[in-house]
């Protein structure tokens, strides 16, 4: 069996971006239902050293389309990183999605092998294709997922596995 770069990431960042959007809804509901302040669980950390909750949810739709664009020989879709309610940050992640469905299979002709340099100045990465996704991209992807997902069981949302794993 080969590998197969398109499948080893497009509907994987999907699968993961979909049951984000899923966990968004409920977080939402929640905040609704406890009569929270919406803003004090999309700034939370769960320690000071660490991102907010919203810019976690950025900086996972930022690795999906950043992978695929990469993966694909396509330029990475710039977004303004301005997302300040669950509304937003669930458009960015829609967007993320319609971006990656506009991927094909073909574009990933190749693109284990092909060179992929993230980064400028001293913080500039060179990659294989293959190394850049299961060694940094899907790494980093699944860790801003998971920490954002852990920010909201932390705040008291009832989700599960079944919750984060989503459809698939």
Known sequence: MTFNTYTASIPVFKQILNSLLAILDKAEAHVTDKK?????????RLFPDMLPFSRQIQIAT?????????????????????EKSFAELKARIAKTIAFLDSLNAADFGGAEDRA???GSGE???HFTGSTYLLH???PHFFFHATT?????????????KKDYIGTY
């Not at 929270?36 to 939370?44: I, R």
């Not at 950043?66 to 990183?81: C, F, I, N, S, T």
């Not at 997902?149 to 932390?154: A, E, F, N, P, V």
């Open 148 to 160: 954002a997902y852990d920010i909201l069981r932390h705040n008291g949302l009832e989700i599960g």
């Open 62 to 82: 930022d690795f999906a389309k950043g992978a695929g664009a990469r993966l694909a020989g396509q330029e990475v879709p710039p977004y303004e990183d301005t």
């Open 116 to 118: 992929i340099t993230t």
């Open 36 to 44: 929270l302040d919406a803003n004090a669980l999309l700034q939370f």
């Open 136 to 138: 940094y991209a899907l």
């Open 123 to 125: 913080k500039t990465k």
